[in-house]
């Protein structure tokens, strides 16, 4: 087991521990803001091409997935009233610890696609599929304001197919070629830092 993995499994096991109180509060407003399951998962591309289920609180309606993958600024007409601060702050990521503990994740990597954008990968792309998904990484940092992005396209599926998604590729290739511990810790710091100074 390598010092990234352990890394992923002691904090992640301590964090879980720490914010179960947490949990149970952001839980109770899902559930008394909106009818629906509390977590949803969805189905994402993992390291080697293998699928797994992505967990998130739950921040739209339900089925809303049928209506597009995207989400379209912070006012899409599907995002419930939780569901926009739990965006606002990033809360709704929280339950991917589960998916770090699990070991489908790790804290830093490349973020996870769905089936339907991996397949738009060249070969030199796919490289980005050789290491584990993470809930953060160069390409979250550097489109931590992405929603509003595609709010302002005139085709917001279009721009995220060949402007994000070749931009985000390129960040995580960068990841890869130069990954270590301490540059996780760099990019965790980091995140939570744009996370708190856009919010100011």
Not at 3 to 10: G, Q, S, W
Not at 176 to 200: P, S
Request: with cysteine; hydrophobic share 40%.
């Amino acid at each position: 087991m390598n010092t990234k993995r352990i890394f992923d499994l002691l904090v992640s096991s301590i964090a879980i521990l720490l914010l179960l109180p947490f949990f149970i509060l952001v839980a109770l407003f899902i559930a008394f803001d909106s009818k629906g399951n509390i977590i949803y998962a969805q189905n994402r591309v993992g390291r080697n091409k293998v699928n797994f289920r992505l967990f998130k609180f739950r921040t739209m309606c339900t089925n809303a997935d049928k209506q597009g993958l995207l989400t379209v600024g912070d006012h899409d007409s599907r995002i419930t009233r939780a569901g926009y601060w739990l965006r606002k702050y990033k809360i709704d990521e929280l339950p991917q610890l589960f998916n770090i503990l699990k070991g489908d994740m790790s804290f830093v990597g490349p973020r996870p696609e769905v089936s339907k954008y991996v397949e738009l990968y060249d070969a030199t792309q796919q490289r980005v599929l050789s290491v584990r998904p993470g809930i953060t990484d160069w390409a979250s940092i550097e489109y931590i304001d992405e929603n509003e992005l595609l709010a302002s396209a005139s085709d917001p599926e279009t721009y995220y197919k060949t402007n994000i998604i070749p931009r985000k590729i390129t960040q995580n290739l960068r990841y890869i070629d130069h990954k270590n511990l301490w540059i996780d810790m760099k990019i965790i710091l980091l995140t939570l830092k744009c996370i708190i100074l856009k919010h100011r």
